[in-house]
């Protein structure tokens, strides 16, 4: 397993942009897909975007399209999701996640702690 701590949430105006880092543990980290999901109050946890091990393959859900972006440094251990435009129903804990390829979170094996994000309007 993927030992994950992410960081980079906050507090941000309607229309503002945040990044999100997520940092990851072991040697095999370059050879591992990483993905982002979100989590709303009341709701179940789902995909925000994915990136293939190499950033070659990138995936997104289709409400930040155009907003946000998924990329990763092998060389640092790290993964980031910069998210523009952010809008209020952006507002979630967010998550990175190792261990799957796909938008299922079931299908992911390492999780984070997750950092919130809040979008005021």
């Known amino acids: 397993q993927v030992h994950l701590v992410e960081s980079g949430g906050g507090l941000v105006q309607a229309g503002g942009s945040l990044r999100l880092s997520c940092a990851a543990s072991g040697d095999i980290f370059s050879g591992t897909p990483m993905g982002w999901f979100r989590q709303a109050p009341g709701k179940e946890r789902e995909f925000v975007a994915r990136?293939?091990?190499?950033?070659?393959?990138?995936y997104y859900e289709d409400s930040v399209k155009g907003r946000f972006t998924i990329s990763r440094d092998n060389a640092k251990n790290l993964v980031y999701l910069q998210m523009n435009s952010l809008k209020p129903e952006d507002t979630a804990v967010y998550y990175c996640a190792a261990g799957g390829w796909s938008s299922f979170p079931r299908d992911y094996t390492s999780w984070g702690q997750g950092t919130q994000v809040t979008v005021s309007s």
């Open positions: 990136i293939s091990s190499s950033s070659i393959t990138t």
